[in-house]
Nanobody, 126 residues
Framework: EVQLVESGGGLVQAGGSLRLSCAAS????????IGWFRQAPGKEREGVSC????????YYGDSVKGRFTTSSDNAKNTVYLQMNSLKPEDTANYYC???????????????????RGKGTLVTVSS
């Protein structure tokens, strides 16, 4: 059974930092791209970052470039999202996703995700 479980969310003041984790199971972790997405109430889903486990290339949305960093630990089947210099507009439910059947690459994961976790809530106060 494929599972993606996020953790690490919480309440933080603007300018603070959080590190989110996405623990994956049920598939060969290091063969797929895994992306982080977020969705705030009343807003569309937004791609935050993605890491291609094959070559470790990372990609970021324009709104988080320079502030967020994604990494993976293949031994732990876990992807991380380090979030620094947080802003109130970063408040959202953050979740990780993967597309297994067609081995969806980072660039197509927004529409091609097949499995996703329930997410972890990040709230940034001003």
């Amino acid at each position: 059974e494929v599972q993606l479980v996020e953790s690490g969310g919480g309440l933080v003041q603007a300018g603070g930092s959080l590190r989110l984790s996405c623990a994956a199971s049920g598939f060969t972790f290091n063969r797929y791209a895994i992306g982080w997405f977020r969705q705030a109430p009343g807003k569309e889903r937004e791609g935050v970052s993605c890491i291609s486990s094959i070559d470790n290339k990372t990609y970021y949305g324009d709104s988080v470039k320079g502030r967020f960093t994604t990494s993976s630990d293949n031994a732990k089947n876990t992807v991380y999202l380090q979030m620094n210099s947080l802003k109130p507009e970063d408040t959202a439910n953050y979740y990780c996703a993967v597309g297994l059947t067609l081995n969806i690459p980072c660039g197509d994961l927004y529409y091609g995700m097949e499995y996703r976790g329930k997410g972890t809530l990040v709230t940034v106060s001003s």
